[in-house]
């Protein structure tokens, strides 16, 4: 099983060298417990192996991955870039220490102040339409200003139809047959565009797709390259590459994958003789979401028509299992070594028939003060959650080398209303 999971000698769930227990005791539940070693393991291993095989090699973390601070510091202390998609997460970058030209944005549907707040904060603007190049156009001076483009490389993939960005019903990009337009365009504003962009969809494990898309990105860019006499800096085929969430899945030999990726890189780069622009990837889930499991601690076990454990967490608390039906490996933490005895939901604690973790899962004999560890929590977990059902938001826990350190506090009831007014007449 690929599964990141490891047990101490209580038969707990060991989370970094922590004892997963002993954190729900200490800081309470729900918690989200971030492994810090895991995050630099997972980043070193995605650059390294790429970079054997093509050393002009950047990685840009998709922040929406995981936005917490300590996440982003510690990608940022092993000199990776970012992927932002709105100025919020550029603001949180550039706080952080990312210089301008180590973040990428990448929004859609952007407004001119945001266009121009980007613009001010140094990032790189990855444009995405040409109604967002002549707004542009009109608000910054385009003299020379580096940019780049996404283009739709018509080939798509995901693990479910929302996470699916490339081809014809996608929202993203521009379109690879006005691609030479769009670039000459640009350059006749006075923009000097540099890159290319294309990002076909998230949470794909299955290496063909990317094999599509790498060649037909490259195809459009080195149309663009002869048509419009563009050289670029940068080609960036944007995330995407999975992680096994259950028992069953396995792991991406990255190692084949950056080898026939980087090759057929090479290949195009050689057939339209555009030289050595670098190769920028765009990881999320694969460099954060092992290294993360979301703790949640067993309140009632209810035999109804069907056997219900019930949780202190909810959908508000970790979206992906109802909004896209996904599969979190979920474990007993307090007694790893239990066999299984039952097959059971696992329900939150939402007003909604929808808030299920997991339907007919086996598991132990669960009992009520259980610790349960919803594994792979660390990508598009915290981020994707909410106050719904006025439940404060999770804290998260980093754990260093078996240290627990309090990332973000748990939020308070005070901090569910705290940015809304009564109006006086209502008082
Ligand atoms: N680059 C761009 C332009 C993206 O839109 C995304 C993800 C990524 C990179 C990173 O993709 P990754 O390597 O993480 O697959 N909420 C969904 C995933 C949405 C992904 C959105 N874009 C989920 O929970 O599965």
Sequence with gaps: MDLNIKVNDKNHLDIGGADAVD???????????????????????????????????????????????????????EGCCIDAVS???????????????????TGNNITNEELKFVHDQGAVLNIDS????????????????????????MVGAGHHDHCITGGVMSKFGIMDNEAVEVYTMAKDLGFNPIGMHSHIGSGILDPEPFKLAIESTMDIAGKVHQEAGIDFEFVDFGG????????????????K??????????????????????????PGRYLVADASVLLVTVNSVKQSYRKFIGVDAGFHTLLRPAM???????????????PMTQEVDIAGNVCESGDLFARDRPMPDVEEGDVLGIL???????TMSSNYNSRPLAAEVLVTDGKCEVVRERQTFEDLYAQQRVPPHLE
């Design 240 to 255: 995407g590459v999975g992680v096994p969430y259950t028992p069953e899945e396995k792991l991406l030999d990255l190692d």
């Design 257 to 282: 994958f950056a080898e026939v990726n980087v090759g057929l890189f090479k290949e195009k780069l050689e057939e339209f003789d555009m030289g050595n622009p670098t190769m920028y990837l765009e």
């Design 130 to 153: 040409v109604s967002a190049l002549k707004r542009l156009a009109k608000m910054v001076d385009p003299e020379g200003l580096k940019i780049s483009f996404r283009v739709n490389p």
């Design 324 to 338: 896209y039906d996904s599969y979190h490996h979920i474990v007993d933490a307090s007694k790893m070594d239990a």
């Design 87 to 105: 100025p919020g997460e550029v603001y949180t970058s550039r706080m952080l220490g990312f210089s301008g030209d180590r973040i990428l944005f």
């Design 376 to 382: 792979n929590a660390g990508a598009y977990g915290f």
């Design 23 to 77: 954190i729900a005791e200490e800081f309470g539940t729900p918690t989200y417990v971030i492994d810090e070693n895991r995050i630099r393991e997972n980043y070193n291993k995605f650059y390294s192996t790429f970079s054997k095989y093509y050393p002009d090699f950047k990685v840009f973390y998709a922040c929406k991955a995981n936005t917490n601070l300590a996440v982003m510091k510690i990608l940022e202390s």
